[in-house]
């Protein structure tokens, strides 16, 4: 896949950090491999931050797509379902405003052994990110 003429964002929360750094690097290491070049990587204190900054982002800068990345682990409460619900309703709703594709790369996990395994769809999220500019430059 040729990312070589791409503009990605990656959105990063910092909740669960120790995983999120690993998922980010399998992304931006795919990126890098197919080519992209413009690669901004913007870190926000946890999910619920990444719909608005997305939007920020979009309107300022641009991108062809944006990544977000993140990892929610449940807990004792019921707060993982409303993370994880909010956050991912609001990234649709971003996409769906602006236009923009935001590839979905929040881990809604279990436990942290559940997301460990996940960390190498960092490779996927990239791969989804040049595949729908690819697809939107032909429509």
């Known amino acids: 896949m040729d990312g070589s003429k791409a503009k990605i964002a990656i959105i990063l929360s910092e909740f669960n950090i ?3 750094e690993e998922l980010l690097k399998n992304t931006v290491e795919e990126l890098k491999r197919c080519g992209t070049k413009k690669i901004e990587i913007i870190r926000v204190p946890g999910a619920l931050e990444i719909p608005l900054t997305a939007q920020k982002i979009i309107e300022k800068k641009s991108p062809d797509a944006v990544i977000a990345l993140g990892v929610i682990i449940k807990g004792q ?5 409303h993370v994880s619900r909010e956050s991912i309703n609001g990234l649709m709703t971003v996409s769906l405003l602006t236009g923009t594709p935001i590839i979905q790369g929040i881990l809604t996990v279990l436990n942290e052994k559940q997301a460990k395994k996940r960390i190498v769809l960092g490779k996927e999220y990239a ?3 040049l595949s729908i500019i690819k697809t939107f430059s032909s429509l």
């Open 127 to 129: 791969q989804t990110a």
């Open 77 to 81: 409460t019921s707060h993982y379902e």
């Open 18 to 20: 120790h995983i999120g």
